[in-house]
């Protein structure tokens, strides 16, 4: 497994809300949710790789800008079409109020 | 004549030739919005759609009820008149907004209403939640887009006729009589994942069914009263579909990534808008489809700096799309111009000037 790898202060993510995170030539999504845990997915949509950090946050789900897919981002699982193909998950952490990622 | 006739298959080399220069699922042009506001604007939110949907549910079962209690005198007529563009008209933008999951934030009414306003419409709800998906994907790109209504040069006659439903009805009726049968055929197999072709046989099958059904009814009871409700609206009501929906890219460019070019912002009265959920805000909601029909105003007035200036009327819009489509018939690659106000974002162009293309090689 990775290093654990600095994203930003925890409060540069809004709870119930995402942002982009580019790392080693990939993109991910960082997501916080209503409690305010952290989590992290591939930031490209499994549909036609539009990025999911400019959708929008629904409780546990990122809903994907282009076509309304949908995503559980805690799960990567696909729950609404066009969306079908699950996205990767990766482990995610709040450490010193940082949001740190291992991918 | 300018241009050529252009293949507006799925399967055809124009198709082919949008992928090779990069048209298609390409990254289209959006007018900046801090995220903030954009957060606020495509809230979800269960209010404004249940109202308008009860609204429309009772509108639907009283005028229903006035037309068969007043069935065999002409005073039947107002309620037909308004239950066929409730039904036939109305059913449109259900089926869009609900399709796109936005209008409700439960789920489950987006689903039961989509499926509704889908066999109101006429069209399989799997397979049209797939085309319309391309749609966003490739608006107005030819041979990509499987919603395209002006294909050029423009069929002037039979749009006129669309809006007495023919032979538009006829036409889908027939897909879904084919997909019933032997499921997506090969355009529809573009865009259709094999896993969603159970389901659009279901979808077809059902919705076959109902109006075969509600046929034989009037055969049996030797009336057309059951396709007064249920079918015959899609002829007779479907007007103010056909009249909103031909404004939305009619007239205006094809093969271009940017929305301000290829769609049309119209201001309506407001029952048009009702009936239409919003969807006159048409370059605001392609730039952003998470924006619900309730928000689109809002969405309006934060990028209007940055869109071409709306047509003020449906009239206004229906003059500059005519004009627009008459000169399409013998200079197919002439487009309504659009501009823009000053300190807005130049267009994302380049591509919509046909013999401009580079050559796919
Ligand atoms: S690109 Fe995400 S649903 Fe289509």
């Given at each position: 497994m990775s290093d654990w790898i600095d994203v930003c202060a925890a409060d540069e993510v809004e709870e119930e809300d995402v942002i982009r995170f580019d790392h080693g030539g990939r993109t991910f999504a960082v997501y916080r949710d209503e409690d305010g845990a952290a989590f992290c997915t591939d930031?490209?949509?499994?549909?036609?790789?539009?990025?999911?950090?400019?959708g929008l946050v629904l409780e546990d789900e990122i809903e994907c800008p282009k076509h309304n897919g949908r995503f559980?981002?805690?799960?990567?699982a696909a729950l609404r079409t066009p969306a079908c193909v699950a996205l990767a998950t990766y482990p995610a952490r709040i450490e010193g109020g940082r949001i740190q990622v291992q991918i | 004549m300018d241009g050529g006739a252009r293949?507006?298959?799925?399967?055809?080399p124009d198709g082919a030739r949008a992928v090779e220069i990069g048209l298609a699922s390409a990254e289209w042009y959006h007018t900046d919005v801090p995220r903030k506001t954009m957060k606020g604007l495509m809230k979800r939110t269960d209010g404004p759609a249940t109202r308008d949907t009860l609204i429309w549910l009772m509108l639907l079962i009283l005028s229903a009820a006035g037309g068969i209690a007043l069935w065999g005198s002409w005073w039947a007529v107002p309620f037909f008149a308004v239950y066929g563009v409730l039904y036939g008209s109305a059913c449109d933008s259900r089926w869009h907004e609900c399709g796109h999951g936005t209008?409700?934030?439960?789920q489950w009414k987006n689903d039961w209403v989509y499926v509704l306003a889908s066999f109101m419409v006429l069209r399989n709800p799997t397979a049209w939640r797939w085309s319309h998906a391309r749609h966003h994907t490739d608006t107005i790109i030819v041979g990509r887009d499987?919603?395209?209504?002006?294909?050029?040069?423009?069929?002037i006659a039979r749009k006129a006729l669309a809006f007495i439903g023919i032979p538009d009805v006829f036409v889908h009726f027939g897909i879904l009589l084919r997909q019933a049968v032997s499921g997506p055929n090969a355009e529809e197999a573009d865009y259709i994942p094999t896993s969603e072709v159970p389901k659009v046989k279901f979808w077809a099958r059902l919705f076959v069914a109902i109006h075969l059904a509600a046929g034989l009814t009037a055969l049996m009871t030797w009336s057309i009263l059951p396709l007064m409700l249920i079918g015959g609206p899609r002829i007779y009501g479907a007007w103010h579909m056909v009249m909103v929906g031909l404004l939305q890219h009619g007239g205006l460019a094809e093969d271009v990534l940017d929305h301000r070019l290829n769609s049309r912002t119209v201001h309506m009265n407001p029952v048009s808008r009702w009936l239409y959920w919003n969807m006159n805000y048409h370059v605001e909601h392609h730039m952003?489809?998470?924006?619900?029909y309730h928000a689109l105003p809002k969405l309006h007035e934060v990028i209007k700096d940055d869109l071409p200036p709306a047509n003020p009327s449906i009239p206004h819009a229906y003059k500059e799309m005519i004009a627009a489509v008459l000169r399409q018939r013998t200079e197919p690659n002439y487009c309504a111009p659009r501009s823009l106000p000053e300190g807005a974002k130049p267009f994302r162009a380049g591509f919509h000037d046909r013999t401009a293309l580079p050559e796919a090689g």
């Open positions: 930031g490209l949509c499994t549909h036609e790789q539009v990025h999911l950090a400019e559980n981002y805690k799960t990567g | 293949d507006y298959s799925l399967t055809g209008a409700f934030k439960t499987p919603e395209i209504a002006f294909m050029r040069p423009p069929d952003f489809p998470m924006v619900p």
